[in-house]
């Protein structure tokens, strides 16, 4: 008891300390993030500094999962009901082209070179491979049925993929394009994250309310991320997107209706705080310099920062219709 | 040299002597708040009882909406902490108060009241000395409360501080006004009664406003017009950094009123301690 006393003292001080450090120091450099609003079919595009929305942009229909390309030149978002991907100019802030990706496209990955995407299908229970330089389709891997949750180990040589309605994280040779290991997790699985140090992927169950831990060499699970939140249901808690911090260290859980994001201990797998956001929360994305985090939360058409070392959420913004996937300048 | 000077001649006072006369008065009941420890500890053990029991109970059934000066969603802990605070105040101003009927009772006031400066400033100092203990109260409470993840931002702890002082000094001088007209210990727990706790449900202390209007709109009249909402707003809006200009305008008003008031009723030639003819103070 005296030890956590001590314990939330010391955290009193640091908190104290950090705020008047941060008074002091230069303002930081402004990001600009964006965001897929799933209902409204607009992208909002957030700066930073301000924390306002600076554009709204026309896209196609039911845009969802949206990432930028390496060279931070175009932002990538799958327009589900267009069966395809557009480009927007970051420069420019205007779609300028599309990729041929399969139907429905959800979630894509990137290799590190940022050359080859990989995109989730929904409808298709197919993989499609692009050329990101030829912006032409390589071709399609079959897996599982409801295909969403996609991640790129750190050396690019294994995809991983996770379909719904199999309940299965894919492990996929990006070589051979060859499924090498299908690992079963608790229901609905809907999103993969690496450690940044590849030893772990973490994949969030939806249904099973659940992260599952995968040691991506033996292909097995190995520990599971439990969430409870006293006066909730257990229903309501339902994990959908993870964020994890360079060091490792902390893990952010979004828990879809609870409303909340869960902060893990990577090392002991325990949640050590819940973070209150607006209503279904789903993705997020950490700024450049993991000062902040951003959630999108579907229900309320906002987003959420939260003060990644503060572990406190600092402010929500109002965005376009059901907002989705959020992607942040390099 | 044949000239005599006579005492009876009216003089100002120094500033010393008008310190002297502050410092004993806000030392006296300063000395009076900590020798009562069981004061200072249902003065905390009442906010947090509600903080730790009420708004337990009610995290889940109050709806999502973010409103100035909040800048993102917050548990309903963090909503009513202010409204706590603002309790703290209420109480404490009625309490202090309270003490003025005892020592009414018990003679103790003809000490004070027998200094040779003016009334007005006696009561001043009266009501400073019970905001001083109100703030030692607010702050103690919001050391709990940070343990139960209630953290404004640092400089909050600053700028709460002129709010609660206003605010203090509001109910403070509302419950002395209403002291004047007691004469007796007994019929104030009837006071209190009915004057804390309509002036703490009717107002923005646990649930926002917006939330009261969709029940009653006269009801949400009725908050507007309760200067403890105001009080509630004001340190509210002060924790996040803030001025909510209208409840500043309402408690410094009210404050400035209810403070004439007392000082009126405080008078023995007019106002309403005015010795009766079975009796009066002492």
Same mark, same amino acid.
Request: no cysteine.
């Given at each position: 008891m005296q030890a956590e006393v001590r314990k939330q003292m010391l955290r009193m001080w640091r908190v104290g300390l950090l705020s008047g450090l941060a008074l002091a120091a230069a303002p930081a450099h402004a990001f600009v993030a964006y965001v897929s609003n799933e209902k409204s079919n607009t992208v909002s595009v957030i700066d930073t500094?301000?924390?306002?929305?600076t554009k709204t942009i026309k896209v196609g229909q039911r845009p969802r999962g949206i990432d930028f390309t390496r060279d931070g030149k175009f932002v990538m978002v799958a327009v589900g009901d267009d069966d395809t991907i557009q480009m927007i100019d970051a420069r420019t802030q205007a779609v300028v082209d599309s990729l041929p990706s399969? *139907?429905? *496209?959800e979630l894509f990955a990137q290799d590190a070179a940022g050359k080859i995407l990989y995109v989730a299908n929904e409808n298709d229970n197919t993989v499609t491979v692009i050329d990101l330089e030829k912006r032409a389709r390589l071709g399609d891997i079959q897996v599982g049925v409801e295909p969403e949750g996609m991640t790129i180990s750190p050396d690019g040589k294994i995809l991983i993929n996770t379909s719904e309605t199999t309940n299965m994280a894919h492990f996929i040779d990006?070589?051979?394009?060859?499924?090498v290991a299908n690992v079963l997790v608790d229901a609905r699985p809907r999103f993969a994250e690496f450690k940044h140090d590849a030893s772990e992927v973490w994949v969030s169950s939806e249904i099973g309310g659940t992260v599952s831990v995968i040691d991506p060499k033996k292909h097995e699970v190995i520990g599971k991320v439990n969430f409870e939140i006293p006066g909730l249901r257990k229903e309501a808690i339902q994990p959908v997107g993870i964020g994890m911090t360079k060091d490792d260290k902390t893990a952010f859980v979004a828990l879809g209706p609870a409303n909340r994001i869960a902060v893990v201990d990577?090392?002991?797998?325990?949640?050590?705080k819940y973070l209150l956001v607006g209503q279904r929360v789903w993705h997020m994305a950490f700024t450049p310099d993991e000062k902040y985090l951003l959630t999108t939360n579907g229900v309320s058409n906002d987003v959420s920062v939260i003060d990644v070392a503060a572990q406190k959420v600092i402010k929500t913004i109002q965005v376009g219709e059901l907002p989705w996937g959020i992607t942040i300048a390099p | 040299m044949s000239s005599i000077t006579t005492q009876d001649a009216p003089r100002g006072f120094s500033a010393s002597e008008y310190m002297t006369c502050l410092t004993g008065i806000v030392w006296r009941e300063g000395l009076r708040f900590l020798h009562q420890r069981e004061r200072f500890v249902s003065a905390l053990v009442r906010p947090l009882v509600w903080l730790f029991i009420f708004a337990a109970g009610f995290r889940q059934v109050l709806g999502i909406s973010i409103i100035p000066p909040y800048e993102t969603y917050i548990l309903y802990e963090v909503f009513i902490a202010p409204g706590l605070m603002a309790m703290i105040q209420l109480f404490n101003g009625m309490q202090s108060s309270l003490s003025m009927v005892y020592d009414r009772e018990m003679g103790n006031m003809r000490t004070l009241l027998v200094s040779p400066l003016p009334r007005g400033f006696l009561l001043f100092c009266k009501l400073l000395a019970g905001t001083a203990v109100s703030l030692l109260q607010v702050y103690a409470f919001l050391l709990i409360a940070w343990f139960w993840d209630i953290t404004p931002p640092p400089s909050g702890y600053l700028t709460v501080l002129p709010a609660l002082i206003l605010s203090g000094l509001m109910l403070g001088s509302l419950g002395m006004l209403i002291s004047s007209?007691?004469?007796?210990?007994?019929?104030f727990a009837g006071v209190m009664n009915f004057v804390i706790f309509p002036m703490f449900f009717a107002s923005s202390a646990l649930y926002p406003l917006w939330r009261v209007q969709e029940g009653s709109p006269y009801l949400y009249y009725l908050c507007q017009a309760n200067p403890f909402t105001h009080a509630v707003e004001l340190i509210r809006f002060a924790l996040y950094g803030q001025v909510n200009w209208i409840s500043l305008a309402v408690v410094a008003t009210c404050t400035i009123v209810f403070m004439i008031g007392a000082i009126y009723a405080y008078d023995?030639?007019?106002?309403?301690a005015r010795r009766g003819p079975a009796g009066g103070e002492g």
């Open positions: 500094d301000s924390w306002t929305v399969g *139907p429905d *496209p990006t070589n051979s394009r060859q499924i990577v090392a002991s797998r325990k949640v050590t | 007209g007691i004469k007796q210990l007994e019929s023995p030639s007019r106002g309403l």
